[in-house]
């Protein structure tokens, strides 16, 4: 790696849904792959938000600001339509969401820049407030740790070297947890994304929609995609089809999150046929694309839950 991943990095592919009033947990609840209604003050959540058809239609690190204030972090680019469709479930709750994007400052924490802004390391999803100021500890990029820095607009930025945008979405890659964003919208279950092995998808809770097709999944053993780290020589974009060798005519997977390595080439998330993962030949774009090289989560996946 050429550039220590080691600094901050503001975030402006993200935005943040605020849900606020005496019923904003309890609506959340019914509307999220996780628990929201367990959640307390130091930690967060990753999860989804699904079709009934247990479709993702958006991804959130979720967390309370108080008992009756949650914040949503998501991509910018479905927070529009994703505020607008739960919007149509709040019926007589009394809840109110909210577009809080403007509102406030999101920046990303690599290294030692979490203990320089936290004073400690943070783990994933944990949450540390500093007055006004929430941090919130993602999964690692590799070995190194990574946090979300948010402060409400008008906040001074947190201490550290200032990261390129590429290098922040390559430890995005790297941590192998996919951010959903438009082009993927209806395309995954939760766990194509691996989000029932880090802890995105709680299988104790209540009904939220499309909880019964995730469920399923899970427990008749129906899932035959996981999303992987690979690598290509060549620029990788989010949406992109990728093939095996041996089934030239068919796609075996998508790109689900992609940037430049440090190193050279890129590095992307992907999502694979299980059977397409083991065999090897993939290609990106078509079966005679640039070739994609299998590299390590750095977790877990968890089969018996």
Known sequence: MTTPFDGIAPLPHLGVIRAEGEDAV?????????????????????????????????????????????????????????????SMFVMRAKARLSDASEELLLYGLAGSAIEKVAGSAIQASAKADLGNISVVGLVPAGAVPRALWIAPAGTPAPEGSLLPDTLWTW???????????????????????????????????????????????????????????????????????????????????????????????????VVLQLAAAESGALHADSAEGPALRLGTLPYALKDDL
């Open 26 to 86: 309890k609506f959340l609840h019914g509307q999220l792959t996780h628990d929201f209604a367990l959640l307390d003050l130091q930690h967060a959540r990753l999860a989804a938000f699904l079709s009934a058809k247990g479709r993702m239609q958006a991804s959130f690190i979720g967390f309370k600001r108080s008992p009756t204030e949650v914040l949503l972090v998501c991509s910018r680019d479905l927070l529009a339509p994703t505020l607008k469709r739960m």
């Open 171 to 269: 430890g995005e890659v790297q941590s192998g947890v996919a951010t959903l964003t438009a082009p993927l919208v209806d395309a995954f279950v939760p766990q194509m994304l691996n989000y029932e092995s880090v802890d995105g998808v709680s299988f104790k809770k209540g009904c939220y929609p499309g909880q019964e097709i995730v469920a399923r999944s899970q427990f008749r053993g129906a899932i035959k995609r996981r999303a992987f780290i690979a690598h290509a020589d060549v620029s990788l974009q989010v949406g992109a089809e990728v093939f095996n060798a041996s089934e030239p005519d068919q796609a075996c997977g998508i790109v689900a999150q992609a940037a430049p390595a440090p190193g050279g080439g890129w590095d992307a998330i």
